[in-house]
């Protein structure tokens, strides 16, 4: 992946691992299906790895 990724939160932070709670925070993340746009670098890649079940990712197109 090259540009920026789309991320999208879809299941709830309740009940995960705080180090999990954590990740998805600093993604910017706040409530369910609320959406940001990142550059896809490696840390960012390493982060929605850690929280996968929990985002669904997206490439956008154009970037």
């Known amino acids: 992946m090259a540009g ?3 991320i999208r939160l879809v299941r709830s932070v ?3 691992l ?3 709670r954590a990740t998805v925070r600093s993604l910017g993340l706040r409530k369910i299906g609320s959406v940001v746009e990142q550059e896809a670098t490696p840390a960012i890649l390493g982060m929605v790895r850690v929280v996968a079940h929990m985002v ?3 490439e ?4």
């Open 60 to 63: 956008v197109p154009g970037a």
């Open 14 to 16: 309740i009940g995960s």
């Open 56 to 58: 669904s990712v997206e």
């Open 4 to 6: 920026k990724i789309r």
């Open 18 to 20: 705080p180090k999990q």
